[in-house]
């Protein structure tokens, strides 16, 4: 059996503290991952939106927020803010903002936008990733 030198202990110690530091490098990664939250708002939306005819018209839609599981209990302590922020938000829309899928994205983004904006002012907090629209209907 040979013996072991300094620089074998040295290599092994070496390699026991690498491993042991990327084990703590990994647990922290996990901690930082945030676990999504998905929030449905109930009941739908159904609000008037602005057009260039006096023909009143109206957008229906239901309406999931995707946050974190950290920010879901401040979206349900909020919601009265965000049900409001959201009316507001879609009641300003316009015919050209609500056709068309790449115009229902935009304006999906958007309601994410002015709910945080609206939290921010409250809780100084932005907890809403983005708005999901399960249906999103135009008359």
């Known amino acids: 059996m040979s013996p ?16 042991l530091l990327s084990t703590f490098a990994l647990a922290a990664d996990e ?3 945030a676990q999504p939250a998905y929030v449905e708002l109930t009941p739908d939306f159904i609000v008037n939106y602005t057009t260039t005819s006096n023909r009143l018209k109206y957008i229906k839609t239901s309406i999931t927020l995707q946050t974190d599981v950290s920010h879901e209990a401040i979206i349900q302590d909020n919601m009265p803010l965000i049900r409001d922020a959201l009316v507001m938000f879609l009641s300003s829309r316009t015919d050209e903002q609500v056709s068309g899928a790449q115009a229902r994205e935009k304006t999906r983004e958007e309601a994410a ?24 209907l135009t008359q």
């Open 4 to 19: 072991i030198t300094p620089l074998k202990q040295f290599f092994a110690l070496s390699l026991i503290i690498t491993s």
């Open 31 to 33: 901690e930082n991952t």
């Open 113 to 136: 936008v002015a709910i945080n904006a609206a939290m921010k002012a409250e809780t100084n907090q932005e907890p809403v990733k983005s708005v999901l629209f399960a249906s999103f």
